[in-house]
């Protein structure tokens, strides 16, 4: 079956006009147009042969977003005040990038706030987003759905009592005003009770609450989730693999980085700590340089003791384009949740921990273990579908 041929798969982006959502859309749509070739997809190569993953020119995009302005002017400013990429590619896809602006529909700022202002209950809510997702569905006939939370990401969240279980949450749904539920977690209860898979890729753990676990493995959907792992701390899980394999057990590396955003100190600096299973002395720092923009600049600095416990340093710095190192990450998670969704698998999708800096569903950090289980997964999938291709023609 050729690519174009095969049943269109939907990808719905919370937070659909934002610096990664617009760079994938401009990415995908370019490759589409043959104005790019797709670089950067990991399921692209080998490692997604014979698995019928959906090309990127296929898919079929929209969402939620809560700033006013089109698709074409968000990506107008990332090519000329963010030097993302190279802004001529714009206007051959500008009728794409309408077509799917008309596809992109007002989000719940706070969870309560409709279009008008009105404040509806969240019930109301989810029953508003749950339509949002039938009408793409339907409009494309999509065969499958994947949401990916780019969302701006909420700050740090101390889970509720009544987002422990399904039942509680669902109790509290009902009898309570939404303003106390994160916009994350109603998206997220909306998205799975459509049967749509959940990819959150932005750092908020409101999504992905044990309640909504619950539900994802009630309802027999797939997620992933949390806060991608692009750039620098990609690199820096992959060095702490290393350390971990000359220091042993016993010694320390300390790991400073500045970044961009406070909320997201947490998940970087557990990453290293996963890697090494115990907490070196490491300060992680995070400075907003308007600047700067997109173009993320990191300075590493670890120091170690080796044999003789002399004392040695390693430092670099990482210029990174985050919303570039991103993109073909989402494009890989969405194949990835898509064969999920055929496979008829439902609960955290761990094969995809190797794209987050707090992985769901196992507590493996090593990058390069990660990558052998995204791996095994795939020979797995490719195993079995070559089984079920032999009986379908006996
Ligand atoms: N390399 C990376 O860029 C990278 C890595 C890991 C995680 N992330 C996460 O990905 C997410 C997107 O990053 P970005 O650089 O595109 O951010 P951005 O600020 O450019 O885009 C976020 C978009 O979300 C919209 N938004 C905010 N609240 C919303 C809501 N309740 N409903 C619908 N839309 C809403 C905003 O209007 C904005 O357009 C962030 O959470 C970021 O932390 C990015």
Redesign the pocket.
């Known amino acids: 079956m050729s690519a174009e041929s095969r049943p269109r798969t939907g990808v719905w982006i ?10 994938t859309i401009v990415g995908a749509r370019a490759v589409a147009r043959d104005l790019s070739p797709l670089r950067g997809v990991t399921t692209e190569g080998a490692r997604g042969e014979g698995l019928s993953l959906p090309a990127a020119s296929a898919l079929v995009f929209g ?5 006013a302005g089109s698709l074409l002017d ?1 990506a107008a400013d990332l090519a000329e005040s963010g030097r993302i990429f190279d802004g001529r590619v714009l206007e051959p896809l500008a009728v794409d990038l309408e077509e799917i602006d008309q596809d992109i529909v007002r ?4 969870g309560v706030s409709a279009p008008c202002g009105a404040v509806e209950t969240p019930t109301e809510v989810i029953e508003r987003l749950a339509a949002d997702l039938r009408g793409f569905r339907r409009r494309h006939a999509l065969e499958r759905v994947v949401v990916v ?5 909420e700050p740090i969240f101390t889970t509720p009592e009544d987002h422990l279980t399904l039942a509680a949450l669902e109790e509290s749904l009902t009898g309570r005003g939404a303003a106390v539920f994160r ?2 977690t109603l ?1 997220a209860y909306a998205t799975i009770r459509e049967g749509a898979a959940f990819v959150n ?4 753990p409101a999504a992905l609450v044990p309640a909504i676990r619950e539900l994802a493995e009630h309802e027999g959907v797939p997620f992933a989730g949390t ?5 620098e701390t990609l690199v820096k899980s992959a060095l702490a693999s290393l350390f971990r394999e000359l220091l042993g057990n016993a010694d320390g590396a300390a790991l400073s980085e500045p970044e961009v ?1 406070a909320a ?1 100190v947490e998940s970087k600096d557990g990453v290293v700590r996963g890697v090494l299973g115990y907490s070196p002395e490491t300060s992680v720092d995070i400075t907003y340089v308007p600047s700067l923009g ?1 173009w ?1 600049t990191a300075w590493d600095l670890i120091h170690f003791q080796g044999f003789l416990g002399t004392r040695m340093t390693m430092q670099f710095t990482w210029q990174g384009c ?2 570039i ?2 993109a073909p990450l989402v494009i890989d998670l969405v194949r990835l949740a898509d064969l999920a969704l055929r496979r008829g698998e439902s609960g955290p999708m761990t094969q995809a921990a190797c794209f987050f ?1 707090a992985p769901v569903g196992t507590q493996e950090h090593d990058l390069g273990r990660q990558y052998a289980m995204l791996d095994r997964y795939l020979r797995r999938s490719r195993l079995s579908a070559v089984v079920g291709g032999k009986r379908a023609s006996l």
């Not at 969402?63 to 700033?67: F, K, L, T």
């Not at 890729?201 to 908020?204: E, N, P, T, V």
């Open positions: 919370i937070g659909a006009r934002g610096a990664v959502a617009t760079t969402g939620w977003e809560v700033r968000a989000g719940g700022t706070r939370n780019l969302a701006t990401t916009p994350s998206y890729f932005a750092a908020s806060d991608g792992k692009t750039g955003k997201k997109d993320k985050d919303s190192l991103a800096k």
